[in-house]
């Protein structure tokens, strides 16, 4: 890896001193009259390797980075997505909450009116025979002293006649 990363870092250089060291060399054959198409050959065949290796070294790199952002965004999506759903269950929770208090408070209304309601009908209807009793022993006592009135005036009258 840190050749492909020096070959990547100095192609330039690299390219530059291979060609170079061919013109060099041809012009040093062609002073010794020896043939300079092999060494032209190697040459070309080393450039024309740094190249692929510095190509295919761009399109891996290419593929991570591309690979590297889908997986980022995958993951910004899940997050979001949970983070939506977490807020929806939150939201729907307090609203069921808030529907079962109000149900509460609304039958502890009715309970405590009714409650009352009939609280108030048996202290009026206690009162009503209280009332009704109280009249009936007075009317009793009223009627008990009348006949004893009257038949005390009929034994007083029937012995002074």
Do not use: P, W
Request: proline share 0%; net charge positive.
């Amino acid at each position: 890896m840190k050749l492909v990363f020096f070959i990547k870092k100095r192609r330039g250089d690299i390219i530059q001193t291979l060609s170079s060291n061919a013109y060099n060399k041809n012009n040093n054959n062609s002073k010794n009259n020896n043939s300079s198409s092999s060494s032209v050959v190697v040459v070309v065949v080393v450039v024309v390797v740094v190249v692929v290796v510095v190509v295919v070294v761009e399109v891996v790199e290419a593929v991570v980075v591309t690979v590297v952002v889908v997986v980022i965004v995958v993951v910004v999506v899940i997050v979001v997505v949970v983070e939506v759903v977490i807020v929806v269950v939150v939201v729907v929770v307090e609203v069921v909450i808030v529907v079962i208090v109000v149900v509460v408070v609304v039958v502890v209304a009715v309970v405590v009116v009714v409650v009352v309601v009939v609280v108030v009908v048996v202290v009026v209807v206690v009162v009503v025979v209280v009332v009704v009793v109280v009249l009936m022993l007075i009317i009793i006592v009223v009627y008990v002293v009348v006949v004893v009135v009257v038949v005390a005036a009929s034994f007083l009258n029937h012995k002074t006649s």
